[in-house]
């Protein structure tokens, strides 16, 4: 019987590898969710028009070069707040949600918007400076250069226009699970999120 795990939060809270991690130990498929937005976002960087895109989205647009960029991240959150991109866009997302093996997908609206009634639901937080250091030092290892005040200034601009927009803002489900990730090493806030998903299956 398919499972569905939901897992939003802002921007670099460890959402990403939390999921992958919590995938990997239920044997569940994992979806990130933002990968949509962003390979949209790519789209419209190039001059196309971002509903059309969203609507023509396949598969290997996911696997496009760049996607993990600054400049593609902004260009997600813009085209995020189109209600019309967000339609395209929730039936493929609904459809890997019902996975027989079980799925966990990571994003903004997954627990309050795509799977309203996902058995589990967590929303990973951290400070701001834990976030947008983790965010600076990965893009530094991608050799993307940057500096750490660009890199919150950033990620203090994107989360803002998820928190603002009026289509499936940021915000956690009202039953969620809060994990607030700024003390905790990786190792930690998985097995903490293991523990959360373990309690409701
Ligand atoms: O998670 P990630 O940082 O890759 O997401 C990029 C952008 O895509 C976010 O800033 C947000 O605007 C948008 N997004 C969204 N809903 C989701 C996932 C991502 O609006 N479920």
Not at 16 to 44: E, K, M, N, P, Q
Not at 82 to 98: K, P
Not at 150 to 171: F, Q, Y
Request: charged share 30%; hydrophobic share 50%; with cysteine.
């Amino acid at each position: 019987m398919s499972f569905a795990v939901a897992i939003d939060g802002p921007a670099a809270a460890g959402k990403g590898t939390i999921s992958r991690a919590v995938a990997a130990h239920f044997g569940f498929a994992h979806l990130d969710t933002g990968l949509l937005y962003r390979a949209v976002g790519a789209c419209v960087l190039e001059g196309r028009d971002p509903v059309e895109a969203a609507r023509m989205l396949a598969p290997a647009d996911l696997e496009r070069d760049g996607l993990r960029s600054p400049a593609v991240a902004q260009a997600a959150s813009k085209v995020a707040a189109i209600a019309d991109v967000r339609a395209a866009l929730v039936e493929f997302q609904r459809a890997f949600a019902t996975r027989a093996e079980g799925a966990v997908l990571d994003g903004r609206d997954i627990g309050t918007v795509i799977c309203p009634d996902a058995p589990a639901k967590l929303f990973v937080t951290a400070s701001d400076t834990v976030r947008a250091r983790r965010r600076y030092r990965e893009l530094v290892e991608k050799g993307i250069e940057t500096t750490f005040e660009e890199v919150l200034a950033d990620m203090c601009a994107r989360d803002a226009r998820d928190r603002a927009r009026s289509s499936a803002p940021l915000k956690p489900a009202e039953d969620a699970v809060m994990l607030d990730t700024s003390q905790l090493g990786i190792d930690e806030a998985v097995a903490e999120a293991i523990r959360i998903i373990e309690a409701r299956r």
